[in-house]
């Protein structure tokens, strides 16, 4: 509770030292994650009953708590990456959100339903009881989702940085922008290849070259 309460504070200190913007998209993440954590939390604590077999409900209460702790924690890494002036996005495997959050979240139901489906294919198959598979099924599937989110999330997702290294990387400019019939380029990093003849041996020689402004006509 403690870790819990010095989250949660910090979090809101920095929401108060940032500008309105900055506070409202703050208050955004902190809210979307910690409603996600909980979820998430919450489902995970319902998948280990139903591996338990039993009715205890210390799980959901561990899951909530747990859930409630994450969702703070990934609320703080959300805001410390976010680029100065941006929305926050992330696009995962199999969806996009504003928040890491709710990818591990759907993730997380996409195993319970699809573990619930191969449970019960499997007690089809066996002519038992199909309630069996889908408790089961849905308990190992959302544990399963669960792992593959985290690694959705902060593996295989692209977020706001990456989307604009990727911007970067297409240019030819770091700087360009249009005026009729003309696009201007401001620092333009190239690569300049000459021969070198003076030495007994011919050889290519390579320079880095740094162009300050470019200019291109249109018709």
């Known amino acids: 509770m403690k870790h819990l309460t010095t989250l949660i504070l910090s979090a809101l200190l920095l929401s108060l030292i940032t500008p309105d913007r ?38 959901l209460r561990i899951g909530l708590g747990s859930g409630i702790l994450g969702g703070a924690g990934l609320a703080l890494y959300d805001i410390a990456t976010l680029p100065t002036g941006q929305q926050f996005f992330i696009s995962g495997i199999f969806n996009d959100g504003n928040n890491s959050s709710v990818i591990i ?22 002519n ?23 690694l959705d999330s902060f593996v295989f997702a692209e977020r706001n940085r990456d989307f604009i290294s990727s911007g970067l990387l297409e240019k030819d400019s770091i700087i360009e922008f249009s005026i009729p019939k003309f696009d201007v380029g401001l620092i ?32």
């Open 22 to 59: 900055a506070k409202a998209q703050t208050g955004q993440l902190l809210g979307g994650n910690v409603l996600n954590g909980a979820l998430t939390g919450t489902a995970l604590g319902a998948a280990t009953m139903s591996l338990r077999n039993s009715g205890d409900m210390a799980p």
């Open 105 to 126: 979240l759907i993730d997380t139901f996409y195993g319970a339903a699809g573990g619930a489906i191969l449970g019960t294919a499997v007690m089809l198959i066996g």
């Open 128 to 150: 038992k009881p199909l309630v069996g598979g889908l408790q089961y099924g849905s308990g190992v599937g959302a544990w399963v989702g669960f792992g593959f989110g985290l």
């Open 188 to 219: 333009k990093p190239e690569l300049f290849s000459y021969y070198d003849l003076s030495g007994k041996t011919q050889s290519i020689r390579f320079e880095p070259t740094l162009n300050l402004i470019s200019l291109t006509k249109t018709f």
